[in-house]
């Protein structure tokens, strides 16, 4: 039997998978990364056989990541941080993680969320590439289902 992954929630907040969804300022829903206290540092290791390429491409995948989930500068600077310590644990040149880390420190959260396609208008180009579905946060706390398809800018008194 597959295990299903249940959300840990309480009345201003929702973690799910890796992305922990909360009430931040001005009534806004904000996001963060989420890692549960029993998380051990899994990246593939630098020295690994795998391709060379393969191996770069870890930390430029996991920092824009980042990006995508962190919907303030603030948050994705702290976790950056703890992003770069574990791969400097995991045999990671200062280097490539700089490297990766500026790629997405000069990526905005708009870029990476959103991609365009070939051939589309400028109204047709976006593509959310994160849509997360939870509950929404009511007076009493969790109250019923919603999707979240765009963070920015959703007010809790809209909902």
């Known amino acids: 039997m597959r295990h299903r992954e249940e959300p840990e929630f309480s009345s201003d907040r929702i973690a799910f998978l890796d992305v922990l969804v909360f009430k931040g300022k001005d009534n806004c829903?904000?996001?963060d990364l989420y890692r549960k206290t029993t998380a051990v540092n899994s990246f593939l290791h630098a020295s690994s056989s795998h391709p060379p390429a393969m191996i770069r491409a870890i930390p430029i995948g996991q920092f824009?990541?980042?990006r995508?989930?962190?919907?303030?500068d603030e948050d994705f600077e702290k976790?950056?941080?703890?992003?770069k310590l574990r791969f400097v644990e995991?045999?990671?040149?200062?280097?490539?993680?700089k490297k990766a880390y500026n790629r997405a420190k000069n990526t905005t959260r708009h870029q990476a969320l959103y991609s365009s396609k070939p051939g589309l208008?400028?109204?047709?180009?976006?593509?959310?590439r994160f849509v997360l579905?939870?509950?929404?946060?009511?007076?009493?706390?969790?109250?019923?289902?919603?999707?979240?398809?765009?963070f920015a800018g959703l007010h809790f008194d809209h909902i």
Do not use: E, K, W
């Open 64 to 66: 824009l990541r980042l």
């Open 79 to 83: 976790q950056a941080m703890d992003l």
């Open 133 to 150: 579905d939870v509950s929404h946060f009511g007076r009493r706390g969790l109250v019923g289902p919603f999707r979240l398809d765009f």
């Open 29 to 31: 829903l904000q996001t």
């Open 121 to 128: 208008t400028s109204n047709q180009s976006l593509t959310i």
């Open 68 to 72: 995508r989930i962190c919907s303030t």
């Open 90 to 97: 995991r045999g990671y040149s200062r280097r490539s993680i």
